[in-house]
Every structure is written in structure tokens, then in C-alpha cells.
Nanobody, 116 residues
């Protein structure tokens, strides 16, 4: 079992930045992958970025060059630095991890609102 708690969401103007954090209840060292997804109102949840245990990243085209994922293994935290935010980035952002056994765990989400 892994509990995930996101933080850092809020209201920001277009062009601004936010840093989301996801705190895990146990070590993230042995996880298969970690990532961030988002869901806008009336839309399906979509991948933002995923990072594998080996450090390979996969970003959605819409966020490439603007968002950066990082992880602090010692602190058991996964971060998402979001720069040059756009109104279309408005969504609830969810932290996701996949265990070595292939089980998905999700946080409850943090709301990001980007005003134009």
C-alpha cells in the first residue's frame, strides 16, 4: 500500500508558475514508475508526465518544455514544476505511482486554475 498526498495547487495567472508535490507514505525507490495526470472538467484523465524507475521520462506533447518532473527519493516526494502556465492547463492534477507488482496508486488530486 502507498498513500499519496498532493499539494501545491492554486490559482495563477497565465504565464506564471506552480510547483506541485506528491508525498508518498513509503519509499519510492522500488516503484516501477511515478507520474502526474490531470483531469479537466468534463474531460478524461490524461497523462502529463511519467518517470520510470530507470529515470526515463515521457511528457505529454502539450507540456513539453514547460513542465519538469523530479523526484527526491530520500524525502519520498515527487515534484512537478510547471512554468509558462496556460488557461488550458487548468485541471485537477493527480499523482500516480505503479508498484513493482503493477498496482496503481492515486492521490486525491490538487486543483490548478490558470486565469487568462
Amino acid at each position: 500500500q502507498v498513500q499519496l498526498v498532493e499539494s501545491g495547487g492554486g490559482l495563477v495567472q497565465a504565464g506564471g508558475s506552480l510547483r506541485l508535490s506528491c508525498a508518498a507514505s513509503r519509499s519510492i525507490l522500488s516503484l516501477n514508475s511515478m507520474g502526474w495526470y490531470r483531469q479537466a472538467p468534463g474531460m478524461q484523465r490524461e497523462l502529463v508526465v511519467v518517470i520510470t524507475s530507470g529515470g526515463t521520462t515521457n511528457y505529454a506533447d502539450s507540456v513539453k518544455g514547460r513542465f519538469t518532473i523530479s523526484r527526491d527519493i530520500a524525502k519520498k516526494v515527487i515534484n512537478l514544476q510547471m512554468n509558462s502556465l496556460r488557461p488550458e492547463d487548468t485541471a485537477t492534477y493527480y499523482c500516480n505511482v505503479v508498484s513493482a507488482g503493477g498496482i496503481n496508486y492515486w492521490g486525491k488530486g490538487t486543483l490548478v486554475t490558470v486565469s487568462s
